[in-house]
Each structure stands twice: as structure tokens, then as C-alpha cells.
């Protein structure tokens, strides 16, 4: 039995059978789900996730506004991109803008499921890196304050 992660993974994906398959193997793993079908879902739920698992090419487009503004709320090393539509050229953009794993479909679960635990380290690192900033920050306000 998996190890339960206290992380949440947004996943972002319009597709009913991939999505639903992606869900039970995230949440396999131990970890929160967040479903998002459209981008304008998954820019609401932005706040209560730690990890995003997005598919790029939506009916709408491309998730480039997403991406950005994950990276810019969240920062690096907590993202994964799949996509069918891939090129080298496509990739590299992607890693430019901060993506942290970029998979071409079709998906390989076992692959997933590993490019998820390296994320979720990554994930974890962030998280406690934000806390002891968070605890620094409070903790100078108290000696100030005295």
C-alpha cells in the first residue's frame, strides 16, 4: 500500500475516460485530487493544489495561461504537461517557462506514477521551504516587537 501524501494534485484534463483513469492512479498513490475539465476550472482551483497534472491542448487551446500562471503562484518543480501534440520545439517553451516534466501521450502509467513521486518531492521541499520563511518572518516580528 502506498504511502498517503498530504499533497493535492490538480488534475486538468477534458477528456472523461483519461481523466477518470488518471484520478484513481493519483489517488492510488496516496494523494488529494482536484478534477478541473476546462481552464477556467482549473485557474479557480489553482490555490488548493500543490501539483499540477495538466493535459496541454484543451478544446479551448492550449494551457499556456495556466502554465504561467502556476509557475508564478507556485513556482518551479511542481508541474507535469502530457500532451499528444508534442515537438521539441513545443518542449523546450515549456521547460522555459518553468514546467517541471513534460510527457508525450500516450500515457505509460508507470511512468507517470514515477514522474509524480520526483515531482512530489520537489513538492514537499517548496512546502517546507514556505513554512520556515513563513516561521522566520514571525518569529523576527516577535523579537522586533519586544
Not at 40 to 49: F, K, T, V, W
Not at 64 to 84: A, M, N, P, Y
Request: some cysteine.
Amino acid at each position: 500500500m502506498e504511502q498517503r501524501s498530504q499533497l493535492t494534485v490538480l488534475v486538468v484534463e477534458d477528456d472523461a475516460d483519461l481523466s477518470t483513469l488518471m484520478l484513481e492512479c493519483v489517488q492510488g498513490m496516496g494523494f488529494r485530487t482536484i478534477l478541473a475539465s476546462t481552464r477556467r476550472e482549473a485557474h479557480s482551483l489553482i490555490g488548493e493544489a500543490d501539483i499540477l497534472l495538466t493535459d496541454l491542448m484543451m478544446p479551448n487551446g492550449e494551457n499556456d495561461v495556466l502554465l504561467d500562471e502556476w509557475v508564478q503562484r507556485k513556482g518551479l518543480d511542481s508541474s507535469i504537461v502530457v500532451s499528444g501534440y508534442l515537438n521539441n520545439k513545443l518542449k523546450g517553451s515549456l521547460y522555459v517557462k518553468g514546467v517541471t516534466y513534460v510527457y508525450d501521450k500516450p500515457i505509460k502509467l508507470h511512468v507517470l506514477l514515477a514522474l509524480l513521486r520526483r515531482v512530489e518531492r520537489f513538492a514537499r521541499q517548496a512546502f517546507i521551504n514556505q513554512y520556515l520563511t513563513t516561521e522566520v518572518k514571525r518569529l523576527r516580528a516577535l523579537v522586533e516587537a519586544k
